[in-house]
């Protein structure tokens, strides 16, 4: 990764992708969301970017209704592009999820009813799949068991911290007062274990947009779908979805932050641009001439900019 400014290369990249909702047999999702597609263009576009991500942290509903076919196909898009990018790949349960299938056919285990966590080791990063469903429910919940485990868990600290991935994230909701029914309960339970231990991020789903918050003091960001999007604006609706709006999270962390950017899944039209040849050129210069060639208004440089150049 070329560094242009004074900021070091951040020591791990994560691709954070949420609810995917896959249905058996390729169906599209609600009779016209083609949710493969979409999943299908978000990996592609993460593999011709300069991300180069150690881990896809995927953070549940990944099937719409747990069909083991579902999941089987989700492994058969994603698993080939993280190969081919060389990253690990992070399952998190999510309450459109259904453990005994999520278990056996993404994990490889026995099928099992049991709450689905898990610690990854990414390099020195922690990352911390938690099951935050209730069989049955949309709403999230923890309980002692878990939170006695990742209490546990977090008692060593990691070479360079722990991030924890979830699908209900410990948020408000205020422009979707609904998904407070909907949201993981009893939340002051796991502030009171993640509060003063490595924690550096909480990764979250569920809310189908992008959003961030603090919880505990730690910084939650959120990952809007790949599937379909809320759109906050609708006033007139309790929810509205939208087959518009996909992204997905790129996670840089570094030393002392993490930086989220959001990727559109979209394919605009490209109205302005720098070819990607003039990143070795700025990247031979001296501070002082990049900032003469790129930050100057008067640079020929920034003159001859043209839209694709």
């Given at each position: 990764?070329?560094?242009?400014?004074q900021h070091p290369a951040p020591t791990h990249v994560i691709a954070h992708i949420s609810d995917t909702h896959l249905l058996a047999g390729g169906r599209p999702l609600y009779g016209s969301v083609a949710t493969e597609e979409h999943l299908a263009r978000a990996l592609s576009k993460l593999e011709r970017s300069r991300a180069v991500p150690q881990a896809l942290v995927f953070t549940g509903d990944l099937a719409d209704l747990g069909e083991p076919?579902?999941?089987?196909?989700?492994?058969?898009?994603?698993?080939?592009?993280?190969?081919?990018?060389?990253?690990?790949?992070?399952?998190?349960?999510?309450?459109?999820?259904?453990?005994?299938?999520?278990?056996?056919?993404?994990?490889?285990?026995?099928?099992?009813?049991?709450?689905?966590?898990?610690?990854?080791?990414?390099?020195?990063?922690?990352?911390?799949?938690?099951?935050?469903?209730?069989?049955?429910?949309?709403?999230?919940?923890?309980?002692?068991?878990?939170?006695?485990?990742?209490?546990?868990?977090?008692?060593?600290?990691?070479?360079?911290?722990?991030?924890?991935?979830?699908?209900?994230?410990?948020?408000?909701?205020?422009?979707?007062?609904?998904?407070?029914?909907?949201?993981?309960?009893?939340?002051?339970?796991?502030?009171?274990?993640?509060?003063?231990?490595?924690?550096?991020?909480?990764?979250?789903?569920?809310?189908?947009?992008?959003?961030?918050?603090?919880?505990?003091?730690?910084?939650?960001?959120?990952?809007?779908?790949?599937?379909?999007?809320?759109?906050?604006?609708?006033?007139?609706?309790?929810?509205?979805?939208?087959?518009?709006?996909?992204?997905?999270?790129?996670?840089?962390?570094?030393?002392?932050?993490?930086?989220?950017?959001?990727?559109?899944?979209?394919?605009?039209?490209?109205?302005?641009?720098?070819?990607?040849?003039?990143?070795?050129?700025?990247?031979?210069?001296?501070?002082?001439?990049?900032?003469?060639?790129?930050?100057?208004?008067?640079?020929?440089?920034?003159?001859?900019?043209?839209?694709?150049?």
């Amino acid at each position: 990764m070329i560094q242009l400014g004074q900021h070091p290369a951040p020591t791990h990249v994560i691709a954070h992708i949420s609810d995917t909702h896959l249905l058996a047999g390729g169906r599209p999702l609600y009779g016209s969301v083609a949710t493969e597609e979409h999943l299908a263009r978000a990996l592609s576009k993460l593999e011709r970017s300069r991300a180069v991500p150690q881990a896809l942290v995927f953070t549940g509903d990944l099937a719409d209704l747990g069909e083991p076919d579902a999941y089987e196909r989700l492994k058969a898009i994603v698993e080939p592009a993280a190969e081919r990018m060389g990253a690990a790949v992070i399952w998190v349960m999510g309450n459109h999820d259904e453990r005994e299938p999520y278990s056996s056919v993404l994990l490889g285990e026995e099928p099992s009813t049991k709450p689905q966590d898990r610690v990854h080791d990414i390099a020195g990063l922690r990352v911390i799949s938690l099951d935050t469903t209730v069989p049955g429910w949309h709403h999230g919940e923890l309980t002692d068991g878990q939170l006695e485990w990742l209490a546990g868990v977090l008692a060593t600290p990691a070479p360079h911290g722990t991030l924890i991935a979830v699908h209900h994230p410990p948020i408000p909701t205020p422009l979707l007062e609904a998904m407070g029914i909907l949201e993981l309960l009893d939340q002051q339970r796991l502030a009171d274990v993640v509060r003063g231990t490595d924690v550096r991020g909480i990764l979250g789903g569920h809310l189908h947009y992008s959003t961030h918050s603090l919880f505990a003091g730690i910084p939650v960001s959120v990952a809007a779908a790949t599937c379909y999007t809320l759109d906050l604006t609708r006033g007139d609706r309790l929810l509205s979805g939208t087959d518009a709006g996909q992204a997905i999270n790129l996670v840089h962390v570094y030393d002392d932050r993490i930086v989220h950017s959001i990727a559109p899944l979209e394919e605009a039209e490209e109205v302005t641009a720098f070819g990607a040849e003039h990143l070795a050129t700025l990247a031979a210069m001296t501070p002082e001439a990049r900032r003469a060639a790129f930050s100057d208004k008067r640079s020929t440089f920034n003159l001859g900019a043209t839209a694709g150049d």
